[in-house]
T-cell receptor, first 113, second 112 residues
Framework: EPEVTQTPSHQVTQMGQEVILRCVPISNHLYFYWYRQILGQKVEFLVSFYNNEISEKSEIFDDQFSVERPDGSNFTLKIRSTKLEDSAMYFC???????????FGEGSRLTVL | QQQVKQSPQSLIVQKGGISIINCAYENTAFDYFPWYQQFPGKGPALLIAIRPDVSEKKEGRFTISFNKSAKQFSLHIMDSQPGDSATYFCAAKGGATNKLIFGTGTLLAVQP
């Protein structure tokens, strides 16, 4: 069964450092998303990406965040200067059609010290 | 308007019992209502979803009941099993936005 894969599974970084989280969406999918989940809380939308551009973003997704699809398979989330409150599980998701099921990866846990 | 309210926060059910989790929304533009199951350390996985043109959808032991006029929907897990112990999230999307709005989650524990 096709799946969304994410790396790294866990990253520990110092406050102020740049972090890149990587995702390989399901191969025929066209819509890509990043969500995050602070420990014990609900899953929150960060950004959606289609046709090589951001289609929607939340207020959480400020200038410190960026997304990129550098090649035909990877989808990345970059946090330029991490803050303590960026500590969370970050989930990548993809879908083939905008109103269909989202398939989530297993997440990348980010710990900012 | 963009919130989805979920209850209860946690639920303990005996094996073989019925687990019921409820969600309510306000945005009448929402037209897709999925339920996700999440095990510790894993990503959310779609369990079952419904659109507002039907009032109920059943897949195996899992049923969604949907009340459009009340703007509520619920997940029923029949014959609950210890393997169903997980966190369950309702979600909604529709209208001008393509983002899923998640509820706050329900931690279900099914006791053997």
């Amino acid at each position: 069964e096709p799946e969304v894969t994410q790396t790294p599974s866990h990253q520990v970084t110092q406050m102020g450092q740049e972090v890149i989280l990587r995702c390989v969406p399901i191969s025929n999918h066209l819509y890509f998303y990043w969500y995050r989940q602070i420990l014990g809380q609900k899953v929150e939308f960060l950004v959606s990406f289609y046709n090589n551009e951001i289609s929607e973003k939340s207020e959480i997704f400020d200038d410190q965040f960026s997304v990129e699809r550098p090649d035909g398979s990877n989808f990345t989330l970059k946090i330029r200067s991490t803050k303590l409150e960026d500590s969370a599980m970050y989930f990548c998701a993809s879908s083939d059609v905008s109103d269909r099921e989202l398939f989530f990866g297993e997440g990348s846990r980010l710990t900012v010290l | 308007q963009q919130q989805v309210k979920q209850s209860p926060q946690s639920l303990i059910v005996q094996k073989g019992g019925i687990s019921i989790i409820n969600c309510a929304y306000e945005n009448t533009a929402f037209d897709y209502f999925p339920w996700y199951q999440q095990f510790p350390g894993k990503g959310p996985a779609l369990l079952i979803a419904i659109r507002p043109d039907v009032s109920e959808k059943k897949e195996g032991r899992f049923t969604i009941s949907f009340n459009k006029s009340a703007k509520q929907f619920s997940l029923h897990i029949m014959d609950s099993q210890p393997g169903d112990s997980a966190t369950y999230f309702c979600a909604a999307k529709g209208g001008a936005t393509n983002k899923l709005i998640f509820g706050t989650g329900t931690l279900l524990a099914v006791q053997p």
